[in-house]
């Protein structure tokens, strides 16, 4: 595929946009929004994504384009960023079903608690993307692109992400990018289905 015929773009605060961003996030993270979220996911996501100042804000969102059509997304902020975000958009917008969110994340507050770990001056990407067909044709080291840009610009000095250790394909998509396995977690758990590795590259 012709890199020339992607265009990136920021994200617009518009709700068609957050159902857009919404399927490709959960599929970024295997599913875990809809099962926090309930079968309402996509509508609760899409509704807090037009809101600023916080993680899954369209202001974190660059999309990927082809065509005037939407094929990929990159979520990415700084450190501090996230220590700023608020999680009230979210709780908002979820309405009724705010109680299975609290309860999912009671039960998984230690592997939720992952991304609180994002060190100072790093630009973590929390998620990245891409439509089926369109893999292995460089959209994502595109959009990957664009967040090494990001991360320059707002002074950050290194980029962060986590990726499940049953992940092996995306684990091979960031070595190849020049990111290594800086810490696992949980530590000592061998079960690989619940082991994530935080991988990171100098800027």
Request: charged share 25%; proline share 2%.
């Amino acid at each position: 595929m012709d890199r020339h015929s992607i265009v990136l773009r920021a994200a617009n605060p518009a709700f068609d946009e957050g159902l857009a961003f919404a399927r490709y996030l959960d599929e970024a993270a295997e599913g875990f929004f809809r099962f926090w979220l309930g079968r309402r996911a996509m509508h609760i996501i899409a509704t807090a994504f037009v809101q600023p100042d916080h993680d899954l804000s369209y202001q974190n969102v660059t999309f990927a384009e082809r065509d005037c059509v939407i094929v990929g997304m990159v979520l990415g902020y700084t450190a501090e960023q996230h220590r700023r975000s608020s999680h009230e958009p979210l709780e908002r917008a979820a309405g009724r079903s705010n109680l299975r969110m609290k309860i999912v994340r009671t039960l998984f507050a230690p592997i939720m608690r992952i991304i609180d770990s994002i060190a100072h001056g790093d630009f973590y990407v929390q998620a990245i993307a891409v439509d089926t067909e369109l893999r292995g044709d460089g959209v994502g080291s595109i959009l990957m692109d664009s967040s090494e840009e990001r991360a320059h610009a707002v002074g950050s000095t290194r980029l962060s992400l986590d990726v499940s250790a049953k992940n092996t394909e995306a684990r091979r998509f960031y070595e190849h990018r020049g990111m290594n396995v800086a810490s696992q977690w949980p530590k000592r758990l061998a079960i690989t289905a619940l082991k994530f590795y935080r991988m990171t590259k100098v800027l």
